[in-house]
């Protein structure tokens, strides 16, 4: 469970918000103050979960601009509600007309915000949280002021928001090589935890995409598996270990885009599968999902002809959305878009017309239009022209009050250092999140009884190889990690960063530095035939030095490296997996993880090299 302030309630959500018979709705007394920290003085008051009928009062005192902004997910710039930094503020007044997160919710009324690393909104842990508390401090100091749900993508592996010293956990492919629902369930609880600590309750994960394209350029590793029942049973234990925790869980992204060789952060890209592949592959991890009693379900920017002929984007497809989600799978949750900013549904209509379209298929959550101007006024207009009804705002808007209202919000929104210090990044979730990640990592390819590498027999290692950059902006880069984590064990380490298209230069300087080493240790990070990066790995073989390929994002790799001597998956590169691969490496640990997708030959990609459920082991 998550634990809010002690002393804190919703002061005024309905009391300022929507009137005192509202109000006495609610609570039955009134609330105590709020430092400057979100701690709280004086005595708890009687607060209570509002209930529906109570939500619907409060829906009935709300002027039509408040209910269109608690459609709105919206991003801002700063590391604080009402004082970023000037580039900061510079950014928000360019792409919102607003100078900070106060003011988006002073002229926009928006229902909730997201964070994202880019957007400079998660420094570290106390900052995030008083981030949190200043955004509802900004919303409920408002005369009809409502609770903000506030979100982000905190799915672990290559998506992650909030980075060290929060525990960093293995990803959604990694859970899937582990093959545990305990611990890909317990991976999510304390990933809940740490994002309630920090005031962040809706999180877009997971990931209930089947990934059976390896060509996939979005998904990839982002998925359990290529098997839908295991991803199935893999994403119903993540929402019970996100919601167990208290936060919202969303899984994404229906109707399922884990066969696409598009990018629709850059394009529509079109799924052929037919209405009976659909109902086999993409559809069981939605089921599995609302059976689990999942808070929100993220929509898909891509086309699926076989389920709406129209060829609309899945985010403006009734079809799909109502016909499909809502009546046939008999999901009343809250629907939330993806980016309404990605060029996938952007590419058909006009930024206008996106949100009313949305709405229209039946979204209830708009996230992150390019212009929140653009968006907001068009929907204001929809419902003043008639295409959209009140009726069928206030739909959604109950909707998103009853999930507000479901996490606690309205009892009590704000959070405390205190709690931030007992929970994120504690001793034994670091500690959890080691043992997890080690029963993931996967031996695919091994010859001579390498491994584990012994410091008797290679004690003198080179480690080389790709650097990407960390995706919560707090971990590696990989080849440090790798390397601290093999001193610490005693080894002596050289290390080379070379990059993922590793120039003749720097490949001549890898093969120079591989003399005299009892081994190589390289990073991989999606490797092609006739790369930089393999020939980098077949330049080091051919020094006779034994060769340790770590395929540090997608296990597909391991195809194109047949000079390598052992090749090892770790799904992703963030520290905590690489630490477990390398004890894995020097037998600190076996290797327990299998593949949870097959590995295609290289010459011939209609083949198989390696099934799901391959691992090798020592």
């Known amino acids: 469970m998550h634990h809010r302030s002690p002393g804190t309630s919703r002061r005024a959500v309905l009391a300022a918000g929507a009137g005192a018979a509202a109000a006495a709705t609610v609570s039955t007394s009134a609330s105590a103050a709020v430092g400057p920290q979100g701690e709280a003085s004086g005595v708890r008051p009687a607060a209570r979960r509002p209930t529906r009928a109570q939500l619907r009062q409060l829906l009935s005192r709300m002027s039509l601009e408040e209910k269109v902004g608690q459609l709105f997910v919206m991003r801002v710039y700063g590391h604080t509600a009402t004082d970023p930094d000037p580039a900061d503020v510079d950014a928000n007044l360019k792409e919102l007309g607003v100078r900070d997160a106060a003011e988006l919710i002073s002229t926009y009324h928006v229902g909730g915000i ?67 629902r305990t611990d890909t369930r317990r991976a999510a609880h304390i990933a809940g935890a740490e994002l309630a600590a920090l005031g962040i309750l809706q999180n877009y994960a997971p990931d209930a995409d089947v990934n059976v ?111 499909i989600l809502r009546e046939e799978l008999g999901y009343d949750g809250v629907v939330v878009t993806d980016s ?70 309205f009892e009590d929104p704000y959070v405390t250092r205190r709690e931030v210090d007992r929970t994120v990044g504690v001793r034994p979730h670091l500690a959890e999140a080691d043992r997890i990640a080690e ?25 080389v190889g790709a650097d990407p950059a960390s995706p919560s902006g707090t971990t590696g880069p990989p080849t440090a990690t790798l390397t601290e984590e093999l001193t610490g064990l005693g080894f002596r380490v050289t290390t080379l960063s070379t990059g993922t298209a590793p120039t003749q230069a720097v490949i001549d300087a890898a093969v120079a530095a591989a003399g005299g080493k009892d081994a190589v240790v390289v990073g991989t990070y999606n490797v092609a035939a006739g790369s930089a990066q393999q020939k980098l790995v077949r330049a080091l073989a051919a020094t006779g030095v034994p060769v340790v390929a770590l395929a540090i994002r997608n296990p597909y790799d391991v195809a194109h490296l047949p000079e390598a001597d052992a090749v090892l998956a770790t799904y992703s590169w963030t520290d905590v997996e690489l630490r477990a691969a390398v004890r894995v490496l020097a037998g600190r640990a076996r290797p327990r993880g299998k593949l949870p997708v097959p590995v295609q030959r290289a010459d011939d990609p209609s083949k198989e090299l390696l099934p799901v459920g391959f691992g090798l082991r020592y």
């Not at 900004?138 to 982000?152: D, E």
């Not at 990839?220 to 290529?226: A, E, H, P, Y």
């Open 213 to 323: 394209n390896p060509a996939n350029p979005v998904i990839g590793v982002r998925s359990f598996s290529s098997d839908p029942q295991v991803v199935a049973d893999l994403v119903a234990a993540q929402v019970k270990g996100y919601q167990g925790a208290g936060v919202a869980s969303c899984a994404k992204h229906f109707p399922g885009h884990g066969d696409t060789t598009t990018d629709s952060h850059e394009a529509l890209p079109t799924i052929h599968h037919t209405r009976e592949e659909w109902e086999r592959l993409d559809a069981p991890p939605f089921r599995a999902a609302i059976a689990a009693g999942i808070d929100s379900i993220m929509t898909a920017h891509i086309v699926v002809p076989s389920l709406d002929p129209a060829e609309d984007p899945a985010t403006l497809s009734r079809p799909i959305l109502t016909g």
């Open 439 to 463: 029963r993931t990592t996967t031996l695919l390819a091994h010859r001579d009884g390498l491994l584990p590498l012994s410091r008797r027999t290679h004690r003198d290692l080179l480690v």
């Open 340 to 409: 309404l900013g990605m060029e996938g549904v952007r590419t058909k209509y006009g930024d206008d017309r996106v949100p009313v379209l949305a709405l229209l298929a039946g979204v209830d959550q708009l996230l992150n239009p390019p212009s929140i101007k653009v968006a907001y006024d068009a929907v204001l207009a929809a419902v003043r022209d008639g295409e959209l009804t009140e009726e069928r705002i206030d739909t959604s808007v109950l909707r998103v009050l009853e999930l507000k209202a479901k996490r606690g919000l």
């Open 114 to 180: 997201i964070y994202f690393t880019w957007a400079r909104n998660t420094r570290d842990p106390h900052q995030i949280a008083e981030l949190s508390n200043g955004i509802q401090r900004a919303s409920l100091g408002r005369r009809n002021g409502l609770p903000v749900l506030i979100s982000t993508d905190q799915e672990h592996g290559i998506v992650c928001r909030v980075g060290a010293p929060a525990t960093l956990l293995p990803g959604a492919m990694a859970l899937g090589a582990g093959g545990s």
